[in-house]
């Protein structure tokens, strides 16, 4: 069993059983376009549940079965269509048609990738987004102390692996939930478009 598929057999700090704070406010103020929206390294589904309740189509994608086979069964009790797939991230172009969603949200997975991983992971979420979608990353930030988690991820990163291929709207200070603390570890939310 693999890292991710034994973290879903227990229960991992992040699986909240609700969407993420930041999530639900990209909502509240308008800021996903309309219509197909992929969410990728979604766990067990909570943040795409939220965004299938408001109006967008979604397909969420992961590489861990377990957190996908609870997705599904967390979707169906709710009775929320959302298109959950298993799958690889930097594979993307074997799933979905180019320029095919309007968006791709992202919690909590560019933080998990290795430095050559990064520009094939951000070649494939341009690929699938149409011109002028959007790409929302919540990652975890340079400002949270200790290295305990998921690597920290400094502006100038996100600036060095997305600016060639998307025009970055903003990079603002934002926040992780986890089971312990509603208000974790420090986050960048950032919002880019594809040029
Ligand atoms: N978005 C979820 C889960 C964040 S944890 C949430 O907010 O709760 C990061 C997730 O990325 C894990 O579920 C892990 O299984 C998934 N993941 C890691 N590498 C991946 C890859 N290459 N492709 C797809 N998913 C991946």
Redesign the pocket.
């Known amino acids: 069993m693999n890292w ?1 598929e034994s ?2 057999a227990g229960s991992p700090p ?3 059983g609700a969407p ?1 704070p930041e999530i639900i406010k990209l909502v509240e103020n308008n800021e996903i376009p309309k219509g197909r929206v992929l ?6 589904g ?2 795409s549940i939220f965004l299938a309740e408001n109006g967008f189509s979604l397909t969420c ?4 079965h377990l ?1 996908i086979d609870k997705g599904k069964t967390k979707a169906a009790k709710q009775k929320v269509k959302v298109d959950f797939r298993v ?4 594979k993307l172009d074997g799933y979905f048609n180019q320029e095919y969603f309007n968006a791709v949200v ?4 560019f933080h ?1 990738l290795d430095d050559d991983e990064r520009p094939i992971f951000a070649r494939q979420i341009r690929r699938v987004l149409v011109h002028g979608g959007k790409y929302f990353m919540l990652c975890f930030s340079d400002k949270e102390p200790g290295n305990e988690g998921p690597r920290r991820i400094s502006k100038k990163e996100i600036e060095e692996t997305f600016s060639k291929m998307f025009r970055i709207n903003y990079i603002k200070d934002a926040f992780f939930a986890t089971k312990w603390d509603k208000k974790g570890p420090k986050a960048y939310l950032t919002s880019m478009t594809k040029i």
């Open positions: 991710w973290a879903y992040w699986d909240i993420q969410d990728i390294g979604c766990g067990t909570d943040n994608m992961d590489i861990a957190a799958g690889d991230a930097l992202d919690s909590g997975l998990t």
